[in-house]
């Protein structure tokens, strides 16, 4: 998959949509779930892995290119060793 956009503008762009349309929908019931959003159409899918929240993306916006991937209620998508840190309520 090649990126449109920089790699900044399409964090940004993913962070701004997820806090304005997805959020209050997933938090309270798909914590840890896998959001895959298309910054440009603003489609996004959910899934409790990785690939298939991909894969329900690419069936709603099969040419969507500028992809952020973020998992609910963390900081980090993924993480090595320790613990995962939970996001902080802003």
Request: proline share 2%; aromatic share 4%.
């Amino acid at each position: 998959m090649t990126l449109q956009r920089p790699a900044e503008e399409v964090a940004r762009l993913g962070d701004e949509i997820y806090e304005r349309d997805i959020r209050a929908q997933v938090e309270a019931n798909h914590h840890g779930e896998f959001v895959a959003i298309d910054v440009e159409s603003g489609s996004w899918g959910l899934s409790t892995d990785l690939r298939s929240a991909r894969e329900q993306l690419r069936s709603l916006q099969p040419d969507a290119h500028d992809v952020w991937l973020l998992r609910v209620g963390h900081r980090t998508l993924h993480h090595i060793g320790g613990r995962h840190q939970q996001a902080t309520q802003l």
